[in-house]
């Protein structure tokens, strides 16, 4: 199934020129690799390919019972920081824990948001679209990405 949440087309434009951040690079990466329709787009905006990176996590911590949070290596700090979340069924997803969150990539499951669903592949920013409420799929559970602006004073990990 193919994505059907996508970065604006100033998100991806900017992703292009350089100019986000870390965390949201990684997450735009990643969905324009999935996303054929992403893929023409940054073609179209002149780039010739865009491969994601690889990564890594630190240690999980849970967040409560049936949620559990990891550190994604490399591209947290500076004031940010990037998780990745994992949530058994039928639960309410952190928004604000640890930090805010700003965009968010699907990896698998589902998740649903003002009744909308999200699935793999699919890219949400929550400062172009806030969501009142996100729910982990009551079948599946969800796992994602979810870049975060992280408060002065506070570290990233």
């Not at 059907?4 to 690799?33: E, K, M, W, Y």
């Not at 329709?37 to 630190?58: D, K, N, T, Y």
């Amino acid at each position: 199934m193919a994505p059907t949440h996508h970065p604006s087309g100033q998100a991806l434009a900017n992703f292009l020129v350089g100019d986000c951040s870390p965390g949201a690079g990684l997450l735009i990466a990643r969905h324009v690799a999935l996303c054929v329709q992403c893929s023409s787009r940054v073609q179209a905006m002149g780039s010739v390919g865009v491969e994601p990176p690889l990564i890594s996590f630190g240690e999980p911590e849970s967040l409560a019972p049936g949620l559990e949070i990891e550190t994604v290596a490399g591209v947290s700090g500076l004031g940010e920081a990037v998780y990745r979340v994992r949530a058994a069924p039928d639960l309410s997803l952190p928004q604000h824990q640890p930090s805010p969150a700003v965009e968010i990539l699907v990896l698998e499951g589902e998740f649903e948001g003002d009744g909308e669903v999200y699935a793999p592949g699919d890219y949400l920013s929550l400062e172009e679209s806030p969501k009142q409420q996100l729910l982990s799929s009551p079948a599946r559970g969800c796992v994602y990405l979810k870049a975060t602006h992280v408060p002065m004073g506070l570290p990233a990990d």
